[in-house]
Every structure is written in C-alpha cells, then in structure tokens.
Nanobody, 115 residues
C-alpha cells in the first residue's frame, strides 16, 4: 500500500510553468508504475505521463515536449514539470501508483491556466 499527496497546483497564465509534486509514504523506486493523470470538468480522467521503476517514461501526445515526469532521490517524491502551459491543460491533476495489481490515488491538485 501507499499514500499519495499532491501539491503544487495553482493559477498560472498561458505560457507559464508549474511543478507538481506527489509525496509518497514509501520508497517510490520500487513501485512498478507511477503516473500523473488529469481530469477536466465534464471529461474523463486521462493519462498525462507515467514512469516505470526502471525509469522509462511515457507521455500523452498533448503534453510531449512540454511536460517532464521525474522522481526525486532524496525524498519519496514524484514530480511533473509543466512548461508552456495552455488553457486546455486546466484540470485536476492526480498522482497514481500501481502496486501488485492495485491502483492508488492521491486527492488531486487543481491546475488552472488562464488565457
């Protein structure tokens, strides 16, 4: 099991940057897959970026080249660096961890990008 807490969301103008953090209650380097998802109002939750225990990454086409997923060595923390933000990036962003066929979620953090 793992508990996940997101932080770092907020209001930013289009073209700006934000860095989201996901603090985990255990070592995240042993977790098979960790990911960031987002859900905009009236839309389904979608995968934004994922990172495996081996460090391989995967991104949604809509964020490639703008977002970077990473893990911190000093802390049990995963990050999502978001650059060149667009209004369509506005959503609640969730941290996710897949462990032994179970999926764990954080409470989410709101990101709002104004035009």
């Amino acid at each position: 099991q793992v508990q996940l807490v997101e932080s770092g969301g907020g209001l930013v103008q289009a073209g700006g940057s934000l860095r989201l953090s996901c603090a985990a209650s255990r070592n995240i380097f042993s977790i098979n897959i960790m990911a960031w998802y987002r859900q905009a109002p009236g839309k389904q939750r979608e995968l934004v970026a994922a990172i495996t225990s081996g460090g391989s990454t995967n991104y949604a086409e809509s964020v490639k080249g703008r977002f970077t997923i990473s893990r911190g060595y000093a802390a049990n923390t995963m990050y999502l660096q978001m650059n060149s933000l667009k209004p369509e990036d506005t959503a609640v962003y969730y941290c996710n961890a897949d462990i032994s066929y179970s999926s764990y979620w954080g409470q989410g953090t709101q990101v709002t990008v104004s035009s």
